[in-house]
């Protein structure tokens, strides 16, 4: 499995930007895909997930009602569409993908057997 996440930039606060992650190597039936982010000294941090149908999706609670995920199956992508960032939004984000979804450890750095290489979000105040 490969992934590979593009899509970062900088932008002022309040604007908005759309990550991609172009996954391939399989068929991804059952997997969890995941956005995370990490900022410089600080710990790799969960942003949201999607079941691979789409029918379970989760957020984390800074990220809530400005970040939407979302997935195009015929395409193998997956998308995160933030809005209304925030200088705390700055960090490297990452796609992840989990082959096992089980609906409890969306948001753990360990259930995610695969990951991209990272892209840039700079958030200006």
């Known amino acids: 499995v490969q992934l590979q996440a593009s899509g970062g930039g900088l932008v002022q606060a309040g604007g908005s930007l759309r990550l991609s992650c172009a996954a391939s190597?399989?068929?991804?039936?059952?997997?969890?895909m995941g956005w995370f982010r990490q900022a410089p000294g600080k710990k790799r941090e969960f942003v949201a997930a999607i079941e691979w149908s789409g029918y379970d999706v989760h957020y984390a609670n800074s990220v809530k009602d400005r970040f939407t995920i979302s997935k195009d199956k015929d395409e193998n992508m997956v998308y995160l569409q933030m809005k209304n960032l925030k200088p705390e939004d700055t960090a490297v984000y990452y796609c992840?993908?989990?082959?096992?979804?089980?609906?409890?450890?969306?948001?753990?750095?360990?259930?995610?057997?695969?990951w991209g290489q990272g892209t840039l979000v700079t958030v200006s105040s």
């Open positions: 190597g399989s068929n991804f039936k059952n997997y969890c």
């Open positions: 992840a993908a989990d082959p096992f979804y089980s609906g409890f450890y969306y948001s753990e750095v360990s259930e995610y057997d695969y």
